[in-house]
């Protein structure tokens, strides 16, 4: 067990700067997940963790020790490949045992320990097959297996669960947190994929090009994010445009296309300020008597509606007619499915509402 | 088209039978014109071959032996001595003339079974198999399918099965005059495979020691510079096919084949010329201090060696390269990230995974360098003899076909089999390489 501390590390190919000056220390058996869109600088930061590459600046410290100049065979990490990388060649029994294979542990004893760990991620007496034998999920676990045969203090884990489909992808995700409660050594995880990280996660750095954008645990980053891409990359949100209108204890009243709207200002907003109102479609409820001079709701004409099973997406007339406003609401049964064309009112809780600075949001 | 093949081998297995027969000796009525033919061994081919059509051209005296020709002049002929053959039926009959040996008829009898047994089974096991064949033609056309099995079987014919048949059936038979072909000393014999083994008859040694020692010789070559193109290879390949990509890769490529696009003949000239008393390499060497005098690099074989490993380098690249691109690069870094050393990823991952490719490029490499020729001739020291000279000298300054023929089937035979057990020890499949 060790704790992974990146000390200011910066990672350039030439002139693209893939990780920007990213700071922060990933604590002694935590689960710890890299989320962001592909493209962000997540692998290449495992890829550092792991020793494939070497930080431009900056430097990875693992258990305290640096780990500049020692390379993927020497460190006590264990990465496990986003197409797994099993040896095709061989039986599940020898993919588990390679690494103690490779470190001169006799056969026996080899047998011994893949058998143990084939217990672990419960495919007991399946050593003899061929990896084409098995299943995806078998597989996944088999790639897990043959990563903690050599006892690496750090797990890394580069979105192995992206090739499974749903309804395996799901089940795994509590498998391997199961498995690191058990074994109880360092996870990183990264992923694209929101859900794999608040559901597994005990701490969650949101990444976006290249730039850590937010740290911490899922409702942290779900409640309250700092930032208007965390806002909008993690789960459903509804983003409002406009100027800061009033500052007042603790909120701020942004002037938007449906008048002014009012939410929790953490970021220090002030008056004549850029800024984004991130409401969630859980926070909205459909309200008879809205009013447009009302800091907590408005109402607008419906342009067109998307069905999409748990949320319902609705397109709201905006000042830009070419572009309408596309929100979000949580298919329950008080949102009756509106005609084209309504008049359509929505109430919202201003302390599940946040300002935030104009900034990059994420792609649709 | 399957129909055509059948009888087509069985015509052709008569027609290897024909000589055989006591044809009461054809050329006879027109001896004056025999003398004057040139007496080397190739004029002997094209008595036997039924359908050679450029025959005519060369010697007219020779159609008469053809099972067509022989109706017409058997009447002419004045006292035909032994077994009379009615004119009228062509159809060969077996009877060996003074004891020779009849099994070389039965073994080309026999293959020519197989096949067209071969041929009735898949015809008569597969209906799919002619459903398939008519789908061939409606797809492609009956032109352009005529066309594609026309040379198809065309190049398996005539390229592959019968000149590889026609040198066996040669190695069978006696060194004659081309008069004495068809006659009755034209009889199948074993004598040339004998000569390989024991050397003249009543020569006094055991065995043909020199022959022997020099086909031995050049197997253990062969092997001996496989490995050494497998050893110079292996990394080269592997560094092309993982490390670098685009542009580096490109121009890895154009230098590999760059040099290749000169004559065979005259790179082994150029190593020549390096390894020469006052070449490159001497010259090098003694400028470096290292050498006092020039030494014999040709001599001592340096030369041929270096030449042999360079002539076939890319029948080794090439496959090893696809072999070893193949593999997820993911695979190394993952036995890399398992604390695996280089030397055990080589051995562990990326060799298992190439080794229908190593296979493949190590077969061909053996293969043509034991059959090379230009290599040893230019470049081979004063003692050293490779076992295709030997066969070169047969049939060019020898002047004897059929002793050549034996040779060369037996340095095939010896090469396949060997192939075939190295195959079996390391595991590998006919159908890995050729997919290679």
């Known amino acids: ?97 390679f690494g103690l294979e490779v470190s001169g542990v006799n056969f026996k004893e080899r047998r011994r320990r893949a058998d143990e760990l084939l217990e672990l991620i419960a495919l007991p007496r399946q050593g003899d097959k061929m990896v084409s034998e098995l299943s995806g999920g078998q597989r996944q676990r088999v790639a897990i297996a043959r990563a903690l045969a050599v006892e690496p203090e750090v797990l890394l884990l580069d979105e192995p669960l992206s090739a499974l489909d749903l309804k395996l992808r799901q089940h795994m995700r509590s498998e391997l947190r199961a498995i690191q409660q058990r074994v109880g050594i360092t996870f990183i995880y990264i992923t694209h994929d929101q859900g794999e990280a608040l559901t597994m996660s005990d701490r969650i750095a949101v990444m976006s090009d290249g730039i850590v954008q937010q740290v911490g645990n899922g409702a942290d980053i779900y409640n309250n994010p700092s930032t208007s891409f965390v806002a909008s990359f993690v789960g459903e949100n509804n983003a409002f445009q406009g100027k800061v209108i009033r500052s007042e204890d603790g909120y701020a009243v942004i002037e938007t296309s449906f008048g002014p709207l009012r939410g929790i200002n953490k970021r220090g907003l002030s008056e004549g300020d850029d800024a984004y109102l991130f409401i969630r479609p859980e926070a909205l409820r459909p309200f008879e008597g809205a009013d447009a001079s009302d800091d907590t709701s408005f109402q607008s004409e419906i342009l067109k509606e998307e069905f999409e099973g748990s949320f319902l997406h609705v397109f709201l007339r905006s000042d830009n007619e070419l572009k309408p406003v596309k929100m979000a609401l949580i298919n329950d049964a008080s949102i009756a499915r509106h005609a084209i064309g309504q008049n359509f009112g929505m109430k919202f809780d201003p302390n599940f509402a946040v300002a935030l600075p104009v900034g990059e949001l994420a792609d649709e | ?156 014919v005539f390229m592959i099965i019968l000149p590889q048949l026609y040198m066996f059936d040669f190695s069978f038979r006696h060194n004659l005059l081309p008069m004495e072909i068809g006659g ?65 890769q490109r121009l890895l490529f154009l230098c590999l084949l760059l040099p290749f696009w000169v004559n065979e003949i005259l790179r082994a000239f150029a190593f020549k010329l390096i390894f020469a008393e006052l070449g490159l390499v001497n010259a090098f060497l003694i400028g470096l201090g290292i050498l006092d005098q020039p030494y014999d690099f040709l001599g001592a074989n340096v030369a041929l060696y270096t030449g042999l490993t360079y002539a076939y380098i890319l029948l080794m690249i090439f496959p090893l390269y696809n072999a070893i691109e193949s593999l997820d690069h993911n695979q190394i870094e993952a036995a890399r990230d398992m604390g695996a050393s280089w030397l055990k990823i080589h051995l562990r991952i990326v060799m298992p995974h190439a080794k229908p490719g190593i296979a493949s490029g190590c077969t061909m490499v053996f293969m043509l360098t034991a059959g090379a020729l230009a290599a040893p001739n230019i470049l081979g020291g004063p003692s050293s003899l490779w076992f295709t000279q030997i066969i070169y000298q047969w049939y060019n300054t020898g002047g004897n076909w059929p002793q050549g023929s034996a040779y060369a089937f037996v340095l095939l035979l010896s090469c396949i089999i060997f192939v075939r057990i190295m195959m079996r020890v390391f595991k590998v499949g006919l159908g890995d390489i050729a997919k290679r």
Request: proline fraction near 10%.
């Open chain 2, 1 to 156: 088209m399957n129909e055509l093949t059948g009888p087509e081998i069985t015509m052709m297995a008569q027609a290897q039978i024909t000589p055989s027969l006591p044809t009461p000796s054809a050329p006879a009525p027109e001896t004056p014109t025999a003398p004057s033919a040139p007496s080397n061994g190739s004029f002997s081919i094209t008595p036997s071959l039924p359908g050679s059509a450029p025959t005519p051209q060369i010697n007219p005296s020779i159609t008469p032996q053809l099972p067509g020709g022989a109706p017409s002049i058997s009447p002419s002929l004045p006292g035909s001595t032994g077994t009379t053959v009615q004119p009228s039926n062509p159809a060969p009959e077996p009877t060996p003339a003074d004891g020779g040996i009849g099994f070389a008829e039965v073994f080309i009898a026999i293959v020519a079974a197989l096949l067209v047994a071969l041929f009735m089974q898949r015809k008569a096991g597969k209906l799919s198999a002619n459903l398939s064949a008519m789908q061939f033609v409606q797809r492609n056309g009956l032109a352009i399918s005529a066309y594609l099995l026309t040379f198809t079987i065309g190049w398996i």
């Open chain 1, 1 to 97: 067990m060790s704790s992974v501390e990146l000390d200011h590390i910066t990672i350039r190919f030439g002139d693209f700067v893939a990780v920007d000056n990213c700071d922060l220390t990933i604590n002694s058996g935590e689960f710890f997940s890299f989320l962001g869109p592909s493209g962000c600088g997540k692998t290449t930061i495992l890829r550092a963790v792991s020793g494939f590459s070497e930080p431009t600046e900056g430097s990875v410290r693992i258990g305290g020790r640096d780990m500049r100049g020692i390379g993927p065979n020497k460190r006590p990490t264990a990465l496990i490949f986003q197409n797994l990388a099993l040896f095709p060649l061989m039986s599940v029994a020898d993919n588990i045992a």
């Open chain 2, 184 to 248: 009755p000393k034209d009889v199948y014999t074993l004598k040339n495979y004998k000569y390989l083994m024991f050397g003249r008859e009543g020569g006094g040694e055991m065995l043909n020691w020199l022959h022997l020692a020099v086909f031995f010789k050049t197997i253990i070559a062969s092997v001996i510079v496989t490995i050494i193109n497998f050893l110079l290879c292996y990394p080269l390949a592997f560094f092309m096919a993982q490390m670098v990509k685009g542009r580096g």
